[in-house]
C-alpha cells in the first residue's frame, strides 16, 4: 500500500525527473518492473546485495523483516549510501533519523551535517498527530498527553481493507431481507447483524476478530508496561522526532475502527500554563501549511473533519479544541489524516527529494 502510495506520489511531483531508479523484488524478481519514465526493466532480486551495493540510494517499504535481513548485511559490505525505510524495524537506533521535515527539518539537516545515512519514516499515527498539533510542542507548551486513537483498517495494508469490505458485505447481504422490509423492526435488525458478526463464516482471518460493526481496542504486541507497541510507540517516536529534551510524556490507548483510510485521534493535553484559547489556535493553524483548523462547529466538524473527508488528501484537520472543566490548563482536540500520505508515503517522498539536493543529485 505504501510502496504503491509512494510511486503515485512521486509521478505526481515529477520526482523521477534525474533519477535512475532500479526496482528490486523478494517474490517476483525478473519480471517486469514499473515504469516510471526509465522505459522497460527488469525487477531485481531483492536478496542481491552486491546490485544493491552499486545503489546511492535504497528506498524501501518492504517491512521490517526486509531490512532487519539486508540492512546489517549490505553494511557489512561496506555499503555507505543512503537508506531510506517506511518500516518501523531501524526507528529507534541511535544512528537513524525519523522523517518529518515540516516539523524536524532542523534536525534532519543536523544529522545529515554529521553523516548520517539512515533514515526512517515514523508511525503513522504518530506523523498525523505531530502534524496537526507540532507546533503546540514546538512552543514548550504540552506538559503532558494522552491520545485515543481511531485507525482505519488500511493501517494493517491491502488484506486487512479487503476483509473489513467483506465483513460488511457478509452484515449487508444477511441483514438484506430486513432492510427492504421497511415494517421490520430495529431490534431484529440488530440481532441479525449480530448474529452474522458472531457467526463461525463471518471473515475475521486477519484482523482476529470482527471490526465491521464493531471495534477493536487492540493493535499490536504487548509491551512490559501492559501498553501495546503501537500505544509505546506514541511517545518514543514523537519525543525523538522534535527532539525534545526533557522528554514530554505521551500514552493512550490505540484502536481500529471501521473506517476504510484515514487515522482519527481525540487527544487530552495538560498544557505548561494557562495559554489563551485564542493563541493556542493561532499555534495550531501556523503549525504546517497543510495543518487545518477546523472551528468548534457542528456542521464544518462533520464536513471536514473525518476519514471521509479527509482520505486521498495532504490536509490533516484539527478540530473540536476547547479547555477542559479540569482546569484551564487542560485543553482536548480532535485531529484526523491519511495515514497513508503523510502517514507513511509523504515523509519518504520529500526525504528522498532533500536528500538529493543534499548530495546535488
Same mark, same amino acid.
Given at each position: 500500500?505504501?510502496?504503491?502510495?509512494?510511486?503515485?506520489?512521486?509521478?505526481?511531483?515529477?520526482?523521477?525527473?534525474?533519477?535512475?531508479?532500479?526496482?528490486f523484488?523478494?517474490?517476483?524478481?525478473?519480471?517486469?518492473?514499473?515504469?516510471?519514465?526509465?522505459?522497460?526493466?527488469?525487477?531485481?532480486?531483492?536478496?542481491?546485495?552486491?546490485a544493491?551495493?552499486?545503489?546511492?540510494?535504497?528506498?524501501?517499504?518492504?517491512?521490517?523483516?526486509?531490512?532487519?535481513?539486508?540492512?546489517?548485511?549490505?553494511?557489512?559490505?561496506?555499503?555507505?549510501?543512503?537508506?531510506?525505510?517506511?518500516?518501523?524495524?531501524?526507528?529507534?537506533?541511535?544512528?537513524?533519523?525519523?522523517?518529518?521535515?515540516?516539523?524536524n527539518?532542523?534536525?534532519?539537516?543536523?544529522?545529515?551535517?554529521?553523516?548520517?545515512?539512515?533514515?526512517?519514516?515514523?508511525?503513522?499515527?504518530?506523523?498525523?498527530?505531530?502534524?496537526?498539533?507540532?507546533?503546540?510542542?514546538?512552543?514548550?507548551?504540552?506538559?503532558?498527553?494522552?491520545?485515543?486513537?481511531?485507525?482505519?483498517?488500511?493501517?494493517?495494508?491491502a488484506?486487512?481493507?479487503?476483509?473489513?469490505?467483506?465483513?460488511? *458485505?457478509?452484515?449487508?447481504?444477511?441483514?438484506?431481507?430486513?432492510?427492504?422490509?421497511?415494517?421490520?423492526?430495529?431490534?431484529?435488525?440488530?440481532?441479525?447483524?449480530?448474529?452474522?458478526? *458472531?457467526?463461525?463464516?463471518?471473515?475475521t482471518?486477519?484482523?482476529?476478530?470482527?471490526?465491521?460493526?464493531?471495534v477493536?481496542?487492540?493493535?499490536d504486541?504487548?509491551?512490559?508496561?501492559?501498553?501495546?507497541?503501537?500505544?509505546?510507540?506514541?511517545?518514543?517516536?514523537?519525543?525523538?522526532?522534535?527532539?525534545?529534551?526533557?522528554?514530554?510524556?505521551?500514552?493512550?490507548?490505540?484502536?481500529?475502527?471501521?473506517?476504510?483510510?484515514?487515522?482519527?485521534?481525540?487527544?487530552?493535553?495538560?498544557?505548561?500554563?494557562?495559554?489563551?484559547?485564542?493563541?493556542?489556535?493561532?499555534?495550531?493553524?501556523?503549525?504546517?501549511?497543510?495543518?487545518?483548523?477546523?472551528?468548534?462547529?457542528?456542521?464544518?466538524?462533520?464536513?471536514?473533519?473525518?476519514?471521509?473527508?479527509?482520505?486521498?488528501?495532504?490536509?490533516?484537520?484539527?478540530g473540536?479544541?476547547?479547555?477542559?472543566?479540569?482546569?484551564?490548563?487542560?485543553?482536548?482536540a480532535?485531529?484526523?489524516?491519511?495515514?497513508?500520505?503523510?502517514?507513511?508515503?509523504?515523509?519518504?517522498?520529500?526525504?528522498?527529494?532533500?536528500?538529493?539536493?543534499?548530495?546535488?543529485?
Open positions: 500500500m505504501v510502496g504503491s502510495v509512494l510511486l503515485q506520489r512521486m509521478a505526481a511531483e515529477g520526482d523521477w525527473v534525474g533519477v535512475e531508479p532500479v526496482f523484488s523478494t517474490s517476483q524478481a525478473g519480471q517486469p518492473a514499473p515504469d516510471v519514465g526509465q522505459g522497460p526493466s527488469i525487477l531485481q532480486d531483492a536478496g542481491d546485495v552486491a544493491l551495493k552499486g545503489l546511492d540510494i535504497v528506498v524501501t517499504c518492504q517491512g521490517g523483516a526486509w531490512t532487519n535481513e539486508m540492512y546489517p548485511k549490505l553494511r557489512a559490505a561496506g555499503w555507505r549510501g543512503h537508506w531510506l525505510d517506511a518500516a518501523s524495524a531501524l526507528r529507534m537506533a541511535d544512528d537513524a533519523v525519523i522523517v518529518l521535515d515540516p516539523l527539518r532542523a534536525v534532519m539537516d543536523a544529522a545529515f551535517s554529521a553523516g548520517c545515512t539512515t533514515w526512517v519514516g515514523g508511525n503513522c499515527t504518530v506523523s498525523l498527530m505531530l502534524m496537526g498539533l507540532g507546533g503546540l510542542f514546538q512552543q514548550g507548551w504540552v506538559e503532558w498527553m494522552t491520545s485515543m486513537t481511531y485507525q482505519a483498517a488500511s493501517g494493517g495494508g488484506k486487512t481493507m479487503r476483509e473489513l469490505v467483506a465483513q460488511m *458485505r457478509a452484515i449487508g447481504d444477511d441483514a438484506a431481507r430486513l432492510l427492504d422490509s421497511p415494517a421490520s423492526a430495529a431490534l431484529a435488525l440488530d440481532q441479525q447483524v449480530t448474529d452474522t458478526v *458472531r457467526g463461525s463464516a463471518f471473515p482471518t486477519n484482523f482476529g476478530a470482527p471490526l465491521a460493526a464493531s477493536l481496542p487492540w493493535i504486541t504487548l509491551q512490559p508496561d501492559g501498553a501495546t507497541r503501537e500505544e509505546w510507540k506514541g511517545h518514543v517516536e514523537a519525543n525523538k522526532i522534535l527532539g525534545l529534551n526533557p522528554e514530554v510524556p505521551i500514552d493512550g490507548i490505540c484502536v481500529r475502527v471501521g473506517a476504510m483510510r484515514s487515522h482519527a485521534q481525540a487527544l487530552t493535553i495538560k498544557l505548561t500554563r494557562d495559554v489563551p484559547l485564542a493563541d493556542i489556535e493561532a499555534v495550531i493553524a501556523a503549525t504546517t501549511p497543510w495543518t487545518q483548523l477546523v472551528p468548534n462547529d457542528k456542521a464544518v466538524s462533520l464536513a471536514q473533519l473525518t476519514p471521509a473527508a479527509v482520505s486521498g488528501t495532504l490536509t490533516v484537520p484539527v473540536r479544541v476547547r479547555k477542559l472543566r479540569m482546569g484551564p490548563q487542560f485543553l482536548t480532535f485531529t484526523v489524516g491519511d495515514q497513508l500520505l503523510w502517514g507513511a508515503a509523504e515523509p519518504m517522498r520529500r526525504t528522498l527529494r532533500i536528500l538529493r539536493e543534499q548530495l546535488g543529485a
